[in-house]
């Protein structure tokens, strides 16, 4: 199993073009991605399915590595700067 998350968070980060220091939320991500995904030995359910009783809410999934802006202050920007 370590092998396999390993290699999934090696592609994540390779499809994010980001560097290595971002491995451990790569890593997060693909072990909560692996254990929402159906699996064969569970008749189709999912590991968090088997574990919790209930379907998973996928609904909040983002990509992983997309924009992100935060807003800078007025007191922390000058009148052409930008404000995120």
Not at 4 to 11: C, D, G, L, S, Y
Not at 47 to 63: F, M, T, Y
Request: overall charge positive; proline content about 6%.
């Amino acid at each position: 199993m370590n092998r396999t998350i390993m290699e999934k968070a090696r592609t994540i980060l390779l499809e994010a073009c980001l560097p290595e220091s971002f491995w451990a939320e790569a890593v997060n991500t693909a072990v909560y991605l692996h254990n929402r995904r159906p699996i064969k030995s569970l008749e189709g359910k999912t590991p968090h399915q088997a574990w919790n009783g209930i379907k998973p809410d996928l609904s909040q999934l983002r990509v992983f590595g997309c924009d992100a802006y935060l807003h800078v202050p007025d007191e922390q920007r000058t009148k052409l700067e930008v404000k995120s």
